[in-house]
């Protein structure tokens, strides 16, 4: 097996754990054993598990990024868009498991790994954030800080699909209709002068 196809072994087994069973599971020993790949070995391509982990979700988000762009690219419709992001989300927790979310919410993995994460989830956000603002007529600020909460949404279906028996196959069209239903109030109180947002706030973090 060459470099590359051993290190994406090894990066399936953690998540394969990380879903099953949750994160502190996934130690070196865990994933030395059911990987088949020497506990020495995987020291080769990764420092500590925490590294490990971090490298797994950003393989995992840059590909569901990747293929939500190049699919959604020619959707001119907006709710059509929205539907297509979801779609992809649940498609993938629905193949994988919902080992992202679990990665997103460790704090022994976001803690030591605050530039990645957040870059990694502000450029999600933002990419959505500026159909929003388009669709809508409303700041990007205010469209990205609404993105990034509905993106915790998605996820929090992604659970229901996979522990709380919400049907795979209506999920995307229920979720899409709570975004999209989110995103018009938003606007229209904005509108309305009912939401009061700053003429120049932060973004997501940035100054």
Known sequence: MNPEDRESAILDCAATIVAREGVSAATMDRISQESNVSRSLIYVYFKNVTELLQRLY???T????????HESAQLEDFEDYVRCLVRLYLENVHE????MSKLMHEPTITG???SDFFVARRAAS???AERISKEHAIPVSLAARLADMLMGLTARAGE??????????DAPNLVATMLMGAIEAT??????????WPSEPEVLGEN
Not at 62 to 69: G, T
Not at 96 to 99: A, E, L, M, S, T
Not at 187 to 196: E, L
């Open 62 to 69: 840059l590909a569901l990024r990747k293929r939500q762009r």
């Open 126 to 128: 933002l990419t959505i």
């Open 187 to 196: 606007a229209n109180k904005y509108h309305r002068g009912k939401i009061v």
């Open 112 to 114: 030591e790994f605050q």
């Open 58 to 60: 950003l393989r995992e």
């Open 160 to 169: 229901q699909v996979l522990r709380f028996g919400l049907p795979y196959t």
């Open 96 to 99: 994988k498991g919902d080992f």
